[in-house]
């Protein structure tokens, strides 16, 4: 294994390190409609999970390993920004061994954090362990505004001091973290994973209600109980925490990716095809399934996951977008796609990020007929798109616009496709394997 620091993550991921969104610089993909995906593909870790599994390594000195990690950019990011606080990270395929000092750096700076939202996972590790951090403002995707008060608020009651400065989230504990009873107005999953990982080091109990239930907040607390933390609740609104003095490493791996599992899904479907999703657990995904299924698809069980088949046009389905176990934000742009080619109308109610109906105008540029109302957007589907130049936003309009693309005549562009290697591993080859013609393009777009 060789040291994932600076110079090494970029290598692995450069066109997300050196070159973001507004660069010329920048990366395309170019899809022909028309292909019926068929075969097999294989689901690895969360990227959900694992960003958040690396920043609780925080807690515990000496190395912990991480395996099932998906080969994806966000990961080198991660890695890059432990490098900065003192660790020592190494990576190869499919694992993560992250070598955390007795007193690592409290500072997460702009130029990472800015990159990718789960940057701020690190908050609530760090002020437990070492009792104060800094960390930037987080950005990533354009999905809409996501405030931290219910972090600040949440490590307030166990008895910091937090606040908002120049652009970075500023906490101390010099005396340390005390259990507290906190309520979420909203079950965030942020807010609820930097809650339980000052939690688990501070004095007495601790209690979250109206928790996130989602399963990469319980892969994130099961992880802890390796190193030794006390969890009740986990998978339930209400989290019960008993701090302990100290943490140790530990050897995790991560759960599979039910985002990455649901966009082939929703692949299948979409192009009428047939595919077998290796890894990908049907229990995490309850919901989308049974809308792919009252679409008209047929999902059956298989010894490692599911398949998904469609041998017709799909029927329009209604959906609306809940914390977990709801049907998932990050689905909802392929659900929108779905719908933009389906049979019928339909209406899509987003509850959780505002910003998600940002890409349903580049889905207008290919053809599609949908009106957007505040949090609703209403669909009429036709038989086909059309193929045009578009650009990605975030990670998961990238993933629903190269779909889009299968289905639309002629070549579709996909311009800042940057955003879909943050989430998406070998996603162009596992397209190209299930019968697509997607190639990549680089160099000067001006």
Known sequence: MRPLGICAAADQSLSVVKLWKGSPLSERLRIVGGARLVGEVQVTGAKNSVLKLMAAALLAPGTTTIQNVPDIADVSIMAELLTRLGCTVHREAGLVSIG???????????????????????????VARIGEAEVALPGGDAIGSR?????????????????????????????????????LDFPSVGATENLLTAAVLAQ??????????????????????????????????TLV????????????????????AGTWAFAAAMTRGDITIHGGRASDLEIPL???????????????????????RPQSIDI?????????????????????????????????????????????????????????AAIHGVEQLSGAPVAATDIRAGAGLVLAGLVSDGITLVEDSFHIDR??????????ALGADVTRESGDLR
């Open 100 to 126: 955390v000092p007795a007193q690592p750096g409290h500072r997460a700076d702009y130029d990472l954090v800015r990159k990718m939202r789960a940057s701020i996972n690190v908050l609530g590790p760090l």
């Open 147 to 183: 405030g931290l008060d219910f972090h600040i608020k949440g490590l307030e009651a166990l008895g910091a001091e937090a606040h908002n400065e120049h652009g970075y989230v500023i906490a101390s504990a010099p005396n340390g973290l005390r259990g507290a009873e906190i309520t």
């Open 204 to 237: 007495g109990t601790t209690i979250i209600d109206n928790a996130a239930r989602e399963p990469e907040v319980v892969d994130l607390g099961e992880f802890l109980i390796t190193m030794g933390a006390e969890i009740k609740g986990l998978g339930t609104p």
């Open 241 to 260: 925490i008993q701090g302990v003095p100290r943490l140790h490493p530990t050897i995790h791996t991560v759960l599979p990716d039910r985002i990455v």
């Open 290 to 312: 049974e809308k792919l299924t009252s679409a008209g698809a047929i999902v059956t069980s298989t010894v490692d996951g599911f398949r998904v088949r469609m041998d017709s």
């Open 320 to 376: 609306a977008t809940l914390p977990y176990p709801g049907f998932p934000t990050d689905l909802q742009p392929m659900v929108i796609t779905l719908n933009a080619i389906a049979d019928g109308n339909a209406i899509v109610t987003e509850n959780v990020f505002e910003g998600r109906f940002m890409f349903v105008n580049e889905l207008i540029r290919l053809g599609a007929q949908i009106n957007v109302d505040g949090h609703h």
């Open 423 to 432: 989430g998406y591993p070998n996603f162009v080859e596992q397209l190209q």
